[in-house]
């Protein structure tokens, strides 16, 4: 699965942008998508899950550091996901990744190596 991420750019402190994910080919109903992130200089970072569960609302996770400020979302007619991102602070620049994966359980919704597939990543960069 091929994901295609969009949406970074140039923000100030305090505001938002909305970045977007859409994996290739038709939309799967066990597929686990995410967004990760890498500040210069720091690892990688997990910042919000979404597993669609088949007769229940999708599981949200949220890493502890955006938890509040971002809202991750999904749009299934457009096979889509969603990344809100609020109150914006210079923290928040880093490169942001959309991951995708089959296998990723409910325990393993922040583990990086969990999820097979990745976006090429967009630049989010937070002026002060």
């Known amino acids: 699965v091929q994901l295609q991420a969009s949406g970074g750019g140039l923000v100030q402190t305090g505001g938002s942008l909305r970045l977007s994910c859409t994996p290739s080919g038709p939309p799967f109903s066990n597929y686990v998508m995410a967004w990760f992130r890498r500040a210069p200089g720091k690892d990688l970072e997990f910042v919000a899950a979404n597993a669609p569960r088949i007769y229940s609302t999708d599981i949200t996770d949220y890493g502890d550091s955006v938890k509040g400020r971002f809202t991750i979302s999904k749009d299934g007619a457009k096979n889509t996901i969603f990344l809100e991102m609020n109150s914006l602070n210079p923290d928040d620049t880093a490169v942001y990744y959309c991951?995708?994966?089959?296998?990723?359980?409910?325990?393993?919704?922040?583990?990086?190596?969990?999820?097979?597939?990745w976006g090429k990543g967009t630049l989010v960069t937070v002026s002060s």
């Open positions: 991951a995708g994966g089959f296998r990723v359980g409910r325990a393993t919704l922040r583990t990086s190596n969990a999820y097979d597939d």
